[in-house]
């Protein structure tokens, strides 16, 4: 019985681990382009930002979930009240409920350029095709969620260690060498911060209602250790890839790029991965926006389900790159509370807004 107990649990801690890497690899991360506006630009100065950012991933990931487990948290709702108080909490909830529309809205326009740009077809295509699958698959709710996690997830960290090693063997780092602009001399120290206080705000949506839903503390503390540094591995990885590229500023999904000109025999594969991604962080935001409208809104789940998707593909007409430049900034100086709020005492946190 110990040996089945110990394969259940190391299952149940990938099967965390791989939600956790699922959910942050959003339509960004997946296709680079996030990577590039967070570190790329930064040459080595980026690299040092991506181990920073991946202590911070493995440490807070994991004492977010442990919280929820904790109080037993349904959403992130219960989450930001029990360390901000109801009246704080109630306001980052609202803002919460926003930006996870907009970044919703930022996988869908990802979906479309993946479409446009890799295969060829219609932007409307890529974006109609995704908002069919993901209804499809969240009918079976953290099952389905689960299941695709634990499909993609592998086959990214081994497809962006591929590209990096490829990349090391040829000796092309030419964003390495470049230096930056003085007015931007010491962004790349504060991207680390923005970029997971973002990501962990993000997947609060997704990590606090899976936690309820995790048996045993130990798989969703090494889940959360297991996943962060997945996490760190695929940013360096994908970090030394997109150092190949000398306009890499300019390209939508500059990671596909890298693998048509690197590996072209598994650039259509790749696709399919960088849209996987795309899917699972989709599947993942409308999940946790369920959860917290559910009992606000007493209706049916596909009725909310159908009501997020169809907000989110209105402001997915903007355009991938310009949403992705201008939102994801802002939504990451938005997010710096929440990531003050971990690294700090729970305990004296919560004494502090509940006074």
């Given at each position: 019985?110990?040996?089945?107990?110990?394969?259940?649990?190391?299952?149940?801690?990938?099967?965390?681990?791989?939600?956790?890497?699922?959910?942050?690899?959003?339509?960004?991360?997946?296709?680079?382009?996030?990577?590039?506006?967070?570190?790329?630009?930064?040459?080595?100065?980026?690299?040092?930002?991506?181990?920073?950012?991946?202590?911070?991933?493995?440490?807070?990931?994991?004492?977010m979930?442990?919280?929820?487990?904790?109080?037993?948290?349904?959403?992130?709702?219960?989450?930001?009240?029990?360390?901000?108080?109801?009246?704080?909490?109630?306001?980052?909830?609202?803002?919460?409920?926003?930006?996870?529309?907009?970044?919703?809205?930022?996988?869908?326009?990802?979906?479309?350029?993946?479409?446009?740009?890799?295969?060829?077809?219609?932007?409307?295509?890529?974006?109609?095709?995704?908002?069919?699958?993901?209804?499809?698959?969240?009918?079976?709710?953290?099952?389905?969620?689960f299941?695709?996690?634990?499909?993609?997830?592998?086959?990214?960290?081994?497809?962006?260690?591929?590209?990096?090693?490829?990349?090391?063997?040829?000796?092309?780092?030419?964003?390495?060498?470049?230096?930056?602009?003085?007015?931007?001399?010491?962004?790349?120290?504060?991207?680390?911060?923005?970029?997971?206080?973002?990501?962990?705000?993000?997947?609060?949506?997704?990590?606090?209602?899976?936690?309820?839903?995790?048996?045993?503390?130990s798989?969703?503390?090494?889940?959360?250790?297991?996943?962060?540094?997945?996490?760190?591995?695929?940013?360096?990885?994908?970090?030394?890839?997109?150092?190949?590229?000398?306009?890499?500023?300019?390209?939508?999904?500059?990671?596909?790029?890298v693998?048509?000109?690197t590996?072209f025999?598994?650039h259509?594969?790749?696709?399919?991965?960088?849209?996987?991604?795309?899917?699972?962080?989709?599947?993942g935001?409308?999940?946790?926006?369920?959860?917290?409208?559910?009992?606000?809104?007493?209706?049916?789940?596909?009725?909310?389900?159908?009501?997020?998707l169809?907000?989110?593909?209105?402001?997915?007409?903007?355009?991938?790159?310009?949403?992705?430049?201008?939102?994801?900034?802002?939504?990451?100086?938005?997010?710096?509370?929440?990531?003050?709020?971990?690294?700090?005492?729970?305990?004296?946190?919560v004494?502090?807004?509940?006074?």
């Open positions: 019985m110990r040996g089945v107990y110990t394969i259940n649990h190391w299952k149940e801690t990938f099967q965390v681990a791989a939600v956790y890497v699922g959910t942050v690899v959003g339509a960004g991360f997946a296709t680079g382009r996030e990577i590039v506006e967070f570190f790329t630009q930064y040459g080595i100065y980026g690299l040092i930002g991506i181990f920073i950012s991946g202590t911070l991933f493995m440490w807070l990931g994991s004492k979930m442990i919280i929820s487990k904790e109080i037993r948290a349904e959403s992130y709702k219960e989450f930001n009240e029990y360390l901000f108080g109801r009246k704080i909490g109630g306001i980052i909830n609202v803002l919460m409920l926003i930006v996870l529309i907009g970044v919703t809205s930022v996988m869908l326009s990802g979906a479309g350029a993946v479409f446009k740009e890799q295969l060829g077809l219609p932007y409307q295509t890529g974006i109609f095709v995704t908002i069919i699958l993901a209804i499809a698959v969240l009918i079976f709710g953290v099952k389905g969620l299941s695709v996690n634990m499909v993609v997830v592998p086959l990214l960290i081994i497809f962006s260690t591929i590209l990096a090693l490829k990349v090391v063997i040829s000796g092309d780092f030419s964003l390495f060498k470049q230096g930056f602009e003085p007015i931007s001399h010491y962004n790349w120290l504060v991207s680390p911060f923005t970029y997971t206080a973002f990501n962990l705000a993000m997947a609060q949506a997704v990590l606090v209602p899976l936690a309820k839903e995790v048996k045993n503390v798989s969703i503390t090494w889940g959360g250790i297991l996943g962060g540094a997945a996490l760190c591995l695929i940013l360096v990885s994908s970090h030394v890839a997109l150092s190949s590229i000398p306009n890499v500023m300019h390209l939508e999904i500059p990671m596909a790029d693998m048509r000109t590996l025999s598994l259509w594969l790749y696709v399919f991965v960088i849209y996987g991604e795309i899917f699972t962080s989709v599947i935001d409308i999940f946790g926006l369920q959860r917290q409208l559910k009992p606000i809104l007493r209706v049916p789940n596909i009725v909310i389900i159908i009501g997020i169809s907000i989110a593909y209105v402001i997915s007409l903007l355009g991938y790159g310009s949403l992705i430049s201008v939102l994801y900034p802002i939504f990451g100086y938005m997010s710096l509370a929440l990531l003050v709020s971990l690294m700090i005492p729970t305990s004296i946190f004494q502090l807004f509940h006074k």
